[in-house]
T-cell receptor, first 113, second 112 residues
Framework: KAGVTQTPRYLIKTRGQQVTLSCSPI?????VSWYQQTPGQGLQFLFE???????NKGNFPGRFSGRQFSNSRSEMNVSTLELGDSALYLC????????????FGQGTRLTVV | DQQVKQNSPSLSVQEGRISILNCDYT??????FLWYKKYPAEGPTFLIS?????DKNEDGRFTVFLNKSAKHLSLHIVPSQPGDSAVYFC???????????FGTGTSLTVIP
């Protein structure tokens, strides 16, 4: 069974540009969440999608957005990049049943210069 | 507001000894707790979990303890091995949604 796949693995962008990250969940998982990891901040929740609908959103500015497609694949977009957006972006998928864990992809390392 | 806290950023333990990683939470709606292990440049890997109806769950060398009255959980690794060296995150989920709340992580170093 394939795991969560995130592309690309590494990305370098210039301040002011925009970026789109992609996540393919485990087959059968309909819930996809995105997290930002920066040193000392742990994993900060960005948003969660289920059946193409955003159900939860973390405390991030509107420059961060996402969507989910009918095949459960998800994309995350960050517009007008800032230096502080440099981070590891992680996607996690899960079954929507009680007491089940989330499975993470390897992440996309975004560097904004 | 950090609802899940790991107050020890780092921990060093001798190989063969016990590693104890601690986690505190503030939200009484949390009913499912997990520990993840993370190596650099990789995504977190699920390690072990516990639901709020239990106070202990064991899986091989890993045991998680939950003290609901103190809103505290801990992960015990016995015996610790050098391959256990990684960052450990504790996470919690409320019964009202599918959002996981993560702590800031504890970096464990097991010294051979």
């Amino acid at each position: 069974k394939a795991g969560v796949t995130q592309t690309p693995r590494y990305l370098i962008k210039t301040r002011g540009q925009q970026v789109t990250l992609s996540c393919s969940p485990i087959s059968g998982h309909r819930s996809v969440s995105w997290y930002q990891q920066t040193p000392g901040q742990g994993l900060q929740f960005l948003f969660e999608y289920f059946s193409e609908t955003q159900r939860n959103k973390g405390n991030f500015p509107g420059r961060f957005s996402g969507r989910q497609f009918s095949n459960s694949r998800s994309e995350m977009n960050v517009s007008t990049l800032e230096l502080g957006d440099s981070a590891l972006y992680l996607c996690a998928s899960s079954l929507l049943t009680v007491n089940t864990e989330a499975f993470f992809g390897q992440g996309t390392r975004l560097t904004v210069v | 507001d950090q609802q899940v806290k790991q107050n020890s950023p780092s921990l060093s333990v001798q190989e063969g000894r016990i590693s104890i990683l601690n986690c505190d939470y503030t939200n009484s709606m949390f009913d499912y707790f997990l520990w993840y292990k993370k190596y650099p440049a990789e995504g977190p890997t699920f390690l072990i979990s516990i639901s709020s109806i239990k106070d202990k769950n064991e899986d091989g060398r890993f045991t998680v303890f939950l003290n609901k009255s103190a809103k505290h959980l801990s992960l015990h690794i016995v015996p610790s091995q050098p391959g256990d060296s990684a960052v450990y995150f504790c996470a919690a989920r409320a019964n009202t949604g599918n959002q996981f709340y993560f702590g800031t992580g504890t970096s464990l170093t097991v010294i051979p």
